[in-house]
């Protein structure tokens, strides 16, 4: 293969989601949404997956997220963790993640939006426990514990 075309070197993972492997195992969900989620590492450590099984006003919802920074063709990785779900009813949301100490931001969309949740997490990392809220129509409390 010619030199002149070989692709780069991938970068390493972002410490921002690198950061997130505190959420790496399996969780139930109180609150607002009851069931349970998964949080697994895509192979290369780049991607953050979740699958999701929550129920909510009576109706059980299913999906999966791709959380990570994005990295468009020939582009530098973006500075902030973005992510995409997907779900059995045919919705999709766009996040972005942000972990500042125990303190997990997600935010709907883009980062500053006001549609968020904020969890903190125990001092053993087991919970936790935050509300979502959305900008003033609504929201909930939501406790993730390690299962």
């Known amino acids: 293969m010619n030199d002149e075309y070989a692709m ?4 390493a993972p972002s410490p921002g989601i690198r950061a997130l492997d505190r959420l790496i195992g399996t969780w139930k969900v109180t609150g607002g949404a009851e069931g349970e989620v998964t949080y697994r590492w ?3 450590g780049y991607f953050l997956l979740q699958d999701v099984r929550l129920e909510q006003f009576g109706q059980v919802t299913t999906g ?5 920074n ?3 063709f020939g582009e530098e990785a973006s500075a902030d963790v973005h992510s995409r779900y997907y779900d059995n009813t045919g919705a999709t949301f766009d996040y ?13 969309g883009e980062k500053g939006s006001p549609v968020k949740f904020v969890g903190t997490f125990n001092e053993t990392g087991d919970v936790m426990a935050g509300d979502w809220d959305y900008a003033g129509q609504g929201g909930y409390e939501s406790t993730m514990t390690r299962v």
Not at 8 to 11: C, E, F, K, L, M
Not at 64 to 68: H, K, M
């Open 96 to 108: 972005v993640y942000e972990l500042d100490g125990d303190v997990l931001t997600i935010w709907g």
């Open 42 to 44: 895509m192979e290369g």
């Open 70 to 72: 994005l990295r468009p």
């Open 64 to 68: 999966i997220e791709v959380i990570g």
């Open 8 to 11: 780069p070197a991938a970068p």
